[in-house]
């Protein structure tokens, strides 16, 4: 299994980024996938996750209304577009795929695959 994140790098404050995750090896459509976050010093941490049609997300209060995840299920892709940057939300954003997910507030212990992870530097 292979998850590729990409899309990471510099940005501005209220600055925009869309990260894509390309996914191999799995039946992509079977997973609910998502996306966590570590930032400096700090513990990873959940960003947002979709189900598996598409139809349903959700997302941790700290970016609520300023990021959108998507999903692909013929292109097997997985995307987060991130609006209203802040400094404290750089970080590496890693893309996630569970299998057996039953909610969409994902844990970190439950997910069966990781992504190696993109940073995003919101500069100020």
């Known amino acids: 299994v292979q998850l590729q994140a990409s899309g990471g790098g510099l940005v501005q404050v209220g600055g925009s980024l869309r990260l894509s995750c390309a996914a191999s090896?799995?039946?992509?459509?079977?997973?609910?996938m998502g996306w966590f976050r570590q930032a400096p010093g700090k513990e990873r941490e959940f960003v947002a996750a979709i189900n598996r049609g598409g139809g349903s997300t959700t997302y941790a209060d700290s970016v609520r209304g300023r990021f959108a995840i998507s999903r692909n299920n013929v292109e097997n892709t997985v995307d987060l577009q991130m609006h209203g940057l802040k400094p404290e939300d750089t970080a590496v954003y890693y893309c996630?795929?569970?299998?057996?997910?039953?909610?969409?507030?994902?844990?970190?212990?439950?997910?069966?695959?990781w992504g190696q992870g993109t940073l995003v530097t919101v500069s100020s």
């Open positions: 996630v795929a569970d299998w057996s997910a039953r909610s969409l507030l994902l844990a970190e212990n439950d997910i069966d695959h």
């Open positions: 090896g799995l039946t992509f459509r079977n997973y609910v």
